[in-house]
C-alpha cells in the first residue's frame, strides 16, 4: 500500500503524520526538539522498548463537530515519530519536558559508553626476577 504526499503531511488513522524534529549532541547528552504545536501536553505519549522511543501525539479540532467549517488547513490526528536510539544512550534516564509547543527530550550517554582512561602498570613498577 502507498501512501500519498498529502497522507504523509497530514496523516491518517492507519498512517499517522510525522513531526518535524531536531536532534544533536552536546558532550555527553543527546537533544532533540519535536514541534508539536497545538497539542495538549496530557495528549502526548513517550515509551521506550529496547532503544526505539516512540512519541505519539493527538491534536483535535478546536470546533464543535456539528459546525460548518469555511478553511480547514491545521492537521488534526494522530502524530507519530519513531527514533532508533543507539545502544551507547541511556534510555532509564531520559528526561522530557514540552513548553512552547516544543516536546524537548535529553539523552544523556550511558556511563559504559563514555571514552575513559586506562592505567597503565609498568616501567617502574616492574620488578625483575632473578634466576
Known amino acids: 500500500m502507498t501512501v500519498s504526499p498529502v497522507e504523509r503531511v497530514w496523516g491518517t488513522a492507519a498512517h499517522p503524520a ?3 524534529m531536531d536532534a544533536w549532541r552536546d558532550g555527553d547528552t543527546f537533544f532533540v526538539e519535536l514541534d508539536l504545536p497545538g497539542v ?13 522511543l516512540t512519541v ?9 463537530g456539528n459546525t460548518e467549517t469555511v478553511i480547514t488547513e491545521r ?5 507519530s515519530r519513531q527514533l532508533f536510539l543507539g545502544e551507547t544512550l ?5 528526561d ?8 524537548k527530550l535529553r539523552i ?8 575513559r582512561k586506562i592505567a597503565i602498570s ?3 613498577d616492574r620488578k625483575e626476577l632473578s634466576t
Not at 541511556?90 to 531520559?94: A, F, L, R, V, Y
Not at 522530557?96 to 516536546?103: G, K, R
Not at 544523556?108 to 571514552?115: F, T, Y
Open 40 to 52: 495538549n501536553p496530557e495528549s502526548i505519549d513517550l515509551d521506550v522498548e529496547r532503544n526505539v
Open 90 to 94: 541511556d534510555t532509564e534516564q531520559i
Open 75 to 79: 492537521p488534526t490526528g494522530t502524530f
Open 122 to 124: 609498568g616501567g617502574s
Open 96 to 103: 522530557a519536558s514540552y513548553e512552547a509547543s516544543v516536546l
Open 108 to 115: 544523556p550517554v550511558a556511563e559504559q559508553a563514555k571514552p
Open 18 to 20: 510525522g513531526m518535524p
Open 56 to 64: 505519539k501525539a493527538e491534536r483535535k479540532p478546536t470546533y464543535a
